[in-house]
């Protein structure tokens, strides 16, 4: 069988990337100041950041039913069948929607709901695609994402909390005392939840931290298993490989 691979844009994937890969994108949307706008489609990266740093009232919002059902039914024109690896069941309702529209295309849509966002989406969509190379059929592709889904981490730290506040994350209050303290918080999305994982208060002391829960991953949680690091920013290209350079000095071969 023809299997499209396909997956959101939450998975940082662009529509440049995507062709090359052999991996289709659902663009996600964005109102900016009351203007709708669809990420790597009629809004860059760049372009998203520099309205967020110049105060734009931006909201997020999951594909319509309409827009998912059509990206779909384009691609069943030419496969037989579809596997959709959409972010994270615990950090939005698309993954539900797409499981519930799911329903109507029996059986020829697979939706993973395997709690990956970022980095780790991107890697299921590119482990997806190697599986369907090798002749597996969307539902076996599924069935070896979900049942992989808790072996990963992902580390995030902040430079600001201004947009934490923004979002509703945290209290204006815990903002405010925490921009005073100048802490640096390093959250951890495990599964379907983002927690909180540490406060500490420089930089260098976020990485640090994020790079002993690495080894503890890497020499407990996940011992013996064949993991990979990846490193993502948000528009700070330079201090990401910095910190590129530290882990690849912190764990050789990596």
């Not at 495990?190 to 931290?209: C, I, P, Q, S």
Request: contains cysteine.
């Amino acid at each position: 069988m023809r299997t499209a691979i396909a997956t959101d844009s939450n998975s940082g994937i662009t529509q440049e990337q995507a062709a090359k890969l052999g991996i289709y994108v659902l663009p996600m949307p964005f109102m900016i100041n009351g203007e709708m706008f669809y990420e790597g489609v009629n809004l860059t990266h760049e372009e998203f950041f520099k309205r967020m740093e110049e105060g734009a009232d931006i909201t997020t919002s999951q594909p319509s039913p309409g827009e998912v059902t059509d990206f779909w039914d384009k691609l069943l024109k030419e496969y037989d069948e579809i596997l959709y690896i959409p972010m994270s069941s615990g950090l939005s309702g698309s993954c539900q929607t797409a499981i519930m529209l799911a329903d109507d295309y029996d059986g020829k849509v697979q939706v993973v709901n395997n709690q990956r966002i970022s980095v780790t989406q991107e890697q299921s969509a590119l482990d997806a695609r190697d599986l369907a190379a090798k002749g597996y059929e969307a539902a076996q592709i599924k069935e070896i994402l979900e049942r992989t889904k808790y072996e990963s981490s992902i580390y995030i730290t902040l430079t600001t909390l201004k947009y934490l506040k923004k979002g509703g994350r945290i209290t204006p209050a815990a903002a405010a005392l925490g921009t005073m303290l100048r802490l640096k918080p390093v959250l951890q999305i495990h599964g379907e939840k983002l927690d909180a994982f540490a406060k500490v208060r420089t930089m260098n002391a976020a990485k640090r931290t994020m790079i002993d829960a690495i080894r503890s991953d890497l020499e407990n949680r996940f011992a013996g298993q064949q993991m990979r690091l990846d490193v993502a920013h948000t528009n700070n290209k330079e201090a990401a490989l910095e910190f590129v350079k530290e882990l690849e000095a912190e764990f050789p071969g990596y």
